[in-house]
């Protein structure tokens, strides 16, 4: 096939990525999405909001300016989590007379795609489009289970656009400005009543809208420093909600908006020599602005199942992620890199339920990038997570915001994930002999 035609099937894939399922156990704090660069994951998103590959454009636009021409990204990442859930002495539903038992596993495995263009206008404009999944969340419970009043089948997926463009105001200085378009599907189920087992079932898609943000500095010609934002997004939700028969409630049409957060990365990249250079990554993420979510009926009324009101009390803390890569250049075709980071769940003991057992955790990533042409780059990476164990007390004296008032569960939780990644880059530019200009950014 010719490069012309390369263009236009990755061009395609872009443009189509984001409807391949984009779900997962989340991997980012909360039910955010962190693997959206294969070159990133490679060095734990080390120094990622100061360039190195197109996809750096998700966490900062202005990285465009570093790339020649005509460039496409197209990655595929799959997620393997597991989440052991056991049930402790206190929880109601594993006690008598039910003795409902614990979940063995409640992260399904899930698949992400994303997709990123650029392209130079002049010698100092580009325009680029991103195609990419921010949250997402798969879990699955056996029914019944001791936890089922806090944890049920749950599926988030999320679809977002991200047209950008950069300027470079001169040789140590660019900025870039974006949009954010995104669409979400949710379903949730919840338990009700523990015997006969019932459950409710909230259904719903809508749209959120938000920007993007970032400028780069480049003070020394080895250096490169990156501070990207995007913006929260306010997602709105409108779909269903159905109560189990022969309980008094306002099943039928129901909406939400959840404030999903801002983001915040700094992001550095210094290049000792032509093949050693070390990054380093600080990013904080708003959560604490997600709050509690009321589910409404379409006249503004709070939805209720029997006296309940149905709400999705998330009060999560503000996140926080650290990393720190290297990278070193083997040969003129081949680089490897290798990182780890720390992050920092805002996810704490008081709130945290059998849904999204999130904590603190350590990253272990490596990764590489072989030029498999002149104009054609393959990225591989692999990322082991160390979670923290999560313990869960939903009751009573907990003070834990889910509480039903009826229905106590405590529960442990052994968890950890393994993610794969894989992505093709594609440049169109003029090209040099490749000796003298290898394709390693």
């Known amino acids: 096939m010719s490069r012309l035609g390369w263009m236009g099937a990755l ?53 465009l300016t570093q790339f020649p021409g005509i460039r496409v990204e197209q990655g595929l990442t799959g997620v393997f989590t597991h989440a052991a859930q056991t049930p402790q002495p206190g929880s109601t539903l594993a006690g008598p007379p039910l003795f409902y038992p614990g979940q063995s596993s409640s992260g399904d495995p899930g698949f992400l795609v994303n997709g990123y263009t650029t392209y130079q206008l002049g010698p100092n404009l580009w ?13 699955r419970f056996q029914e019944p289970w001791a936890g089922r009043n806090y944890g049920g089948d749950t599926t988030l997926r999320s679809f977002n656009g991200n047209p950008v463009i950069a300027y470079r105001i001169n040789d140590w200085i660019s900025v870039g400005v ?46 490169t420093i990156g501070l990207g934002w995007r913006s929260g997004i306010n997602q709105d939700i409108h779909g269903t909600l159905i109560a189990p028969p022969g309980i008094p409630s306002t099943s039928g049409s129901a909406e939400l908006t959840a404030n999903l957060p801002d983001t915040v990365s700094l992001g550095i990249r210094h290049r000792f020599d032509d093949r050693w250079t070390v990054m380093g990554t600080v990013e904080w993420s708003n959560w604490s602005r997600i709050g509690t979510v009321n589910v409404n009926q379409l006249n503004g009324a709070i939805a209720t199942i029997g006296t309940t009101p149905v709400t999705l009390p998330f009060q999560y803390d503000d996140g926080w992620f650290f990393s720190a890569g290297v990278e070193y250049r083997w040969t003129e075709r081949l ?15 008081r709130v945290r339920t059998p849904r ?29 997570l160390f ?32 993610i794969f990644s894989l992505s093709m880059v594609i440049r169109f530019d003029d090209l040099e002999p490749a000796a003298k200009k290898p394709f390693m950014r």
């Not at 443009?15 to 980012?28: R, S, V």
């Not at 999204?356 to 990322?383: C, E, H, I, K, Q």
């Open 178 to 223: 974006g949009a954010q378009l995104q669409y979400a599907t949710v379903r949730q189920s919840t338990g009700i009543t523990p015997f006969p087992p019932t459950a409710a079932t909230l259904d719903g898609k809508g749209w959120g809208f938000g920007a993007t943000a970032g400028v780069t500095f480049t003070p020394w010609r080895s250096t």
């Open 11 to 63: 061009r395609a894939g872009t443009a189509l990525g984001a409807l391949i399922i984009a779900t997962a156990q989340a991997n980012a704090g909360a039910f955010a999405l962190r693997e959206q660069s294969t070159y990133g994951q490679g060095t734990s998103f080390a120094g990622v909001a100061a360039g190195g590959s197109v996809s750096s454009m998700f966490w900062n636009p202005a990285i």
């Open 127 to 139: 325009m680029g489009l991103g195609i990419n999944a921010p949250f997402g969340l798969s879990v």
């Open 356 to 384: 999204l057992p999130d904590n603190d955790r350590v990253w272990a990533s490596v990764g590489l990038s072989w030029a498999v042409a002149p104009f054609m780059r393959l990225d591989l990476a692999y990322t082991h």
């Open 387 to 418: 979670v923290k164990d999560p313990n869960i007390n939903i009751s009573a004296a907990s003070g834990n915001p889910s509480f039903n008032g009826a229905i106590a569960y405590i529960g442990t939780v052994d968890a950890h994930s393994d």
């Open 335 to 349: 680089t490897v890199r290798g990182g780890a980071g720390y992050e920092i769940s805002p996810i704490n003991d």
